[in-house]
């Protein structure tokens, strides 16, 4: 039923792993809804989170998800560890593999991180929590789960991915498995905040230049903040500038769908990408999906750890 070792990136899922991923999800949604939230699934096994880049939904719903299945779970920050001593990646791993760790979550910024170490490592799983602008496999399955739950369905929707899709690994993610999933999907940004080849980014993709177009008729309107920290230079525009031309307000939302919902992976630069009244409106399911993440993480964990012999 499960066949992968790692989660690396929605590339290596077909549609059958993404169901079950989310199918199972389901199952720990509901129980994450009980009083005790607990269960004995994953006792004895060592989760450790690694994360090189800056993170608060996706660290601490790895973190909660670890605790809920009954794992063990250490939070390795570089920061303060050796790597700020030269240590490189693969020695650190290696170190933490030689406490008997079973699962290293891991946020990096470079593309390809996940899979480098994935390669190196013998007996741990690794799950991929955002490299560099590559993938970040599991906000795409909690914002699939996310719509999945709003609308029934993820077939045959309309979906506009709007904002800094070049350096969005949340976009390219979303984009591979909303694709698969038969969703058509809208890739909207600036010029300079869009990949050549964006099409290439899913098996569905269609560029559209201007933001009226790609709101146009969605069922689902997914915002993405302008990632300054990775541009290296100035941005194009002042974020009022931005707001006017690129940002999601009341306005431009009425030519979306009655029934369309507003989706962003947060951290939210509010006022810049999405009006702050949106934000907050009922048609916001921003944390819908912060509350899908904590359950998605618990599917992934019980289908890497429990297809894999105890160490
Ligand atoms: C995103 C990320 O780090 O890729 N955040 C997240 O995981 N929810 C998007 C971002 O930083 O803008």
């Known amino acids: 039923m499960w066949r992968h070792r790692h989660l690396l990136g929605i590339e290596e899922l077909d549609v059958h792993d993404i169901d079950v991923v989310l199918d199972r999800a389901e199952h720990w949604f509901e129980r994450s809804r009980k009083t005790v939230k607990k269960d004995a699934l994953l006792q004895g096994r060592t989760v450790v989170n690694l994360f090189f880049e800056a993170s608060t939904r996706t660290r601490t719903s790895f973190e909660l998800a670890s605790h809920r299945l ?45 899979a ?20 970040h496999p599991t906000q795409a399955l909690l914002d699939a789960f996310t719509i999945r739950r709003r609308k029934g369905r993820i077939e045959g929707l309309v979906v506009a991915i709007c904002g800094d899709i070049a350096h969005s690994r949340v976009a390219r993610s979303n984009a591979l498995l909303l694709g698969k999933k038969g969703a058509e999907v809208r890739l909207c940004a600036l010029k300079t905040m869009m990949p050549r080849h964006a099409e290439a980014l899913g098996p569905t993709a ?25 541009f290296g230079g100035a941005m194009m525009s002042t974020p009022r500038e931005y707001a006017r031309t690129f940002g999601l307000n009341a306005g431009m939302l009425t030519r979306a769908k009655a ?5 962003h992976p947060g951290p939210i630069n509010r006022g810049v990408e999405l009006d702050t009244r949106i934000a907050d409106s009922d048609c916001s399911v921003i944390l819908d999906q912060v509350e899908a993440g904590v359950a998605v993480r618990m599917a992934v964990l019980e289908l890497l750890l429990t297809n894999r012999p105890q160490r």
Not at 259 to 263: F, K, N, T, Y
Request: glycine fraction near 6%.
């Open 70 to 114: 009954s794992a063990d779970v250490v939070n390795v920050n570089p920061s303060i560890s050796s790597v700020t001593k030269g240590e490189t990646l693969l020695d650190t791993a290696k170190n933490l593999e030689a406490m008997r760790a079973d699962l290293f979550v891991l946020r990096h910024a470079s593309s390809g991180a996940a």
């Open 116 to 135: 480098f170490l994935a390669k190196r490592l013998t007996d741990v799983a690794i799950v991929n929590a955002g490299d560099g602008a590559h993938e």
């Open 206 to 230: 269609r560029v559209v230049p201007r933001l009226e177009q790609a709101v146009d008729g969605a069922d689902v309107v997914m915002m993405l903040r302008v990632q300054t920290e990775r």
């Open 259 to 263: 029934d369309a919902i507003v989706m």
